[in-house]
């Protein structure tokens, strides 16, 4: 499979693409994103209201692509209360052609192309979705992707261009990595298809007003300015530009900036992602990296919409052969993880503060300030100065009196919560072994050979110096399937999530 | 020092070309007036008594204190960045390589809008706790386009005693730029051993004095809110001292009045 080709999962929520409403929009995403998780573990947010996953083993699970697809719509209608304007989904192979889908699936639909089938999906829509005013039909006789497919790969290099290239791989199905000027070119189409509550294709007129103003159709449902979709301010080139002045001095990697998407505790919710340059395009008129391929010859999006410049919009009918129907409510197997924790079964009385909650599937909010990107190796230890263990039923085998950090720091906890057990799920590419090394100041020395098992993709264990424990090697890669989490507040009243991974704690973060 | 060395290179180039490092597009570095004294970048509705305008004053310094690492500093700083994040603004972390996002998102503040700057290094080599002369340098260039830089210096107190010219320095492009500098000082020790850390000059000092963490309790409940106890004094209409009791965070993840 060509890289960039994987079969891609789009969800597109336009009551949030297009809200009006800040506070509504700075929350909202958040528990889209806890839904998702529900649903499957590779969701990202795009952008605000755009969500995708690589499609890894899911629909296997769920009984096929367009029920997983069904599922995590929903889970996102039901996150988002969707007041009508309608969550669409789309299935394809790379994920220009997956937003297309998903942009084509307006009515509350869910567009899945087979695998394979993209150019064929690709060829009857209009070229100018991805060219903006690179292409001009009229002169050039290029309406489709089918034309620009057809034409000889080298005249298209010699005639067109890098940009018009890489938009002849994406016709005939070689390349579907999503650009930032390909993004925006869609997003511009999109809006104009939106407006007035036409579907994408069938607007045969358009207001040349609106269409330079994606903003236009926020601002006709909801009375108020979108800033969102608003061409990017000066106060948006000035940040960028010292953004990018600090990322010259000091590197790649040094500067970041965080992602949700979907997971189950807060390691995994959300990330931090090496700012590129690549941003600048998204944020400062004009800028062009060098070397970035730009699909304008002489002016990128921003400058196009400023200049009235219309998208074709005519009338396209999805191919036959696609699913296109309205989504599904069955949520599949693990869709609602649903269970009640009954405290009053646990034999102690819950306080006023610890009603039995619903089980959401998440490590309960808040969430801890500090989150270490390398946990640090601890030991949780009992009041008989004995290791607290997690069985399998989520029982410990003693209350948590003990936090031994490092080599000599102790801390005695004053209270404690869990623990919350997190049983790896069988498409996660990442739960048959940990690479995690339990070495720390306690730590005298690493196992003897434990790196060839590490680099096997084992977890490798070291041996409490210190304490005298000595750890087994964890050869059993299935045993990284499981964890578990508790939060304990120490005497000093600090709050720190432990993590229990393969019989060793972690301190995974601090609440700050 | 050389971090000051470093600082005033940059001033020398500002003041000469009026763009940052003589290297920047010009078009991007055109600020507003700085002698907008009264222009400010909101704040969440349970800090704003802390503030003499409602709002962070644009080209002041503020501190955030706590005598002890973990007591709800970063929490609270974190906060600040909220309202204003939220309305547009844009925020850079500093020197905080571990943050949560996911807990930053539900303070309520905009990912899209928020960058963390942090010294490259490779996973198994520990950061240093004490800033490089390039660290600076960046945390000056962020001040002449982002609106709110939080910049973390989590030192003791006789290390943080070597860097108070330098952030008086960087106060100063923050005053010249109408952007506003956050420092955070945690785990500075005891009043007694905080002077260093309240002799930067910061507009607003704020403190957490102390802080609860309610919910569980023997295996039960959940980490639910922390009751902190907040101080706050500075300079000018700053100097009289405010103090707040506040959910840091609440139940919601969200920073509110308590009681």
Redesign the interface.
């Known amino acids: 499979m060509e890289i960039g080709m994987e079969r891609t999962l789009v969800i597109i929520t336009p009551a949030l693409l297009y809200a009006g409403d ?2 509504y929009r ?2 909202a ?2 528990q889209v994103c806890n839904a998702l998780a529900a649903v499957g573990p590779s969701f990202r947010e795009v952008n ?1 209201g755009i969500y995708s996953s690589t499609i890894w083993r899911e629909p296997r699970y769920f009984g096929g692509e367009e029920s997983f697809a069904a599922a995590a719509k929903q889970a996102v209608e039901d996150a988002t209360r969707d007041n009508g304007v309608g969550t669409t989904a789309g299935v394809a192979d790379g994920m220009v052609a997956a937003l297309l889908a998903a942009c084509m699936a307006v009515g509350n639909g869910t567009i899945v192309v087979p695998q394979g089938e993209t150019p064929d999906f690709l060829a009857p829509l209009p070229v100018h979705i991805l060219t903006g005013c690179a292409l001009h039909p009229d002169i050039l006789g290029i309406d489709t992707f089918g034309d620009l497919a057809r034409l000889p790969e080298k005249d298209v290099l010699n005639r067109f261009g890098r940009n018009i290239l890489y938009c002849r791989q994406i016709a005939t199905g070689k390349q579907g990595k999503l650009t930032p000027t390909i993004y925006d070119s869609i997003m511009k189409w999109l809006a104009v298809c939106l407006q007035d509550g036409k579907e994408p294709f069938s607007a045969k007129e358009h207001d040349p007003g609106i269409a330079s103003r994606p903003d236009g159709v926020a601002s006709k449902r909801h009375g108020i300015p979108n ?1 969102w979709s608003e061409p990017p ?11 990018y ?2 990322y010259r ?12 998407h979907g997971g189950r505790y ?1 390691a995994e ?4 992602i090496a ?1 590129t340059p690549k941003e600048m395009s998204s944020h ?1 008129p004009g800028w062009h990296e060098p070397g970035q391929i730009s699909l304008g010859k002489t002016e990128n999006a921003v400058d196009a919409g400023k200049k009235n410049l219309q998208l074709d919009t005519s009338h396209v009918a999805p191919p036959a052969g696609y699913v296109n129907g309205q989504g599904r409510s069955g949520i599949g197997f693990i869709g609602k993880p649903e269970v009640w924790l009954d ?1 009053a079964a ?1 034999a ?1 009385p ?2 006023s ?2 009603m039995p909650e619903v089980w959401s599937g998440y490590l ?11 946990p640090t190796p601890v030991a949780v230890r009992d009041r008989k100065g004995e290791r607290v263990r997690v069985y399998s039923n989520g029982e ?1 085998s003693g ?1 948590p009196y003990l936090l031994v950090i490092g080599r000599n720091a102790q801390v005695w906890i004053s ?4 623990p919350w057990v997190f049983e790896g799920r069988w498409w996660e590419r990442n739960a048959y072994g940990s690479h995690r090394c339990h070495s720390t100041g306690a730590c005298s020395t690493h196992s003897t050979g434990n790196h060839a098992a590490k680099s096997a993709g084992h977890r490798s264990q070291g041996k409490y110096g210190m304490q005298g424990i000595q750890s087994t090697r964890t050869q059993n890669a299935y045993s990284a399937l499981r964890q578990a989490r508790i ?3 120490t005497v ?4 720190y999530l432990l993590l229990e991974e393969g019989g060793y704690w972690y301190m995974e ?4 | 020092m050389q971090s000051c060395y470093y600082i005033e290179q940059m001033f020398a180039n500002v003041n000469s070309t009026g763009i940052a490092g003589g290297s920047v597009p010009s078009p991007f570095f055109i600020k507003g007036s700085c002698y907008d004294n009264h222009s400010v970048l909101p704040v969440i509705d349970a800090l704003a008594p802390f503030f003499p305008y409602g709002g962070m004053q644009k080209g002041t310094l503020i501190e955030v204190l706590s005598s002890i690492v973990g007591n709800g500093a970063c929490t609270l700083a974190i906060s600040l960045l909220a309202a204003a994040s939220s309305q547009g603004a844009w925020c850079a972390v500093a020197g905080l390589t571990d943050l949560g996002l996911l807990a930053t998102c539900e303070l309520g503040v905009d990912l899209n809008r928020m960058v963390m700057v942090s010294p490259p290094t490779s996973p198994p080599a520990p950061a240093s706790p004490f800033p490089s002369a390039e660290f600076w340098q960046a945390i000056a260039t962020l001040l002449k386009g982002i609106d709110i830089v939080l910049l973390n210096l989590s030192l003791q107190d006789t290390y943080l005693q070597r860097y108070i010219h330098t952030i008086q320095r960087l106060a100063a492009i923050a005053r010249k730029y109408n952007s506003i500098c956050i420092v955070l000082v945690s785990g500075m020790g005891t009043s007694l051993q905080g002077q260093a850390a309240r002799s930067i000059g910061a507009s607003v000092i704020m403190e957490v004095v102390s802080s609860k963490w309610l919910g569980p309790s023997g295996g039960f409940g959940r980490l639910h809110s922390r009751v902190a106890l907040v101080e706050s004094t500075g300079r000018g209409a700053a100097a009289h001292p405010a103090r707040r009791t506040l959910y840091l965070p609440g139940s919601d993840g969200k920073v509110a009045t308590a009681g």
Not at chain 1, 249 to 260: D, F, I, R, T
Not at chain 1, 364 to 374: A, T
């Open positions: 800040l506070d700075s929350l995403p958040m605000i800033r301010s000066q106060q948006d080139g000035q940040a960028c530009i010292a953004i002045d600090v001095s000091m590197g790649y990697g040094s500067v970041s900036m965080g992602k949700l807060p919710r959300a990330e931090q700012w400062v405290c646990n102690g819950p306080s503060m610890d309960p909010g808040p969430s801890p300030v500090v989150l270490y990107r390398n410990v209350e209270s404690w919560a869990g939060q304990v507040v000093s009243g600090i709050g973060a601090t609440y700050d």
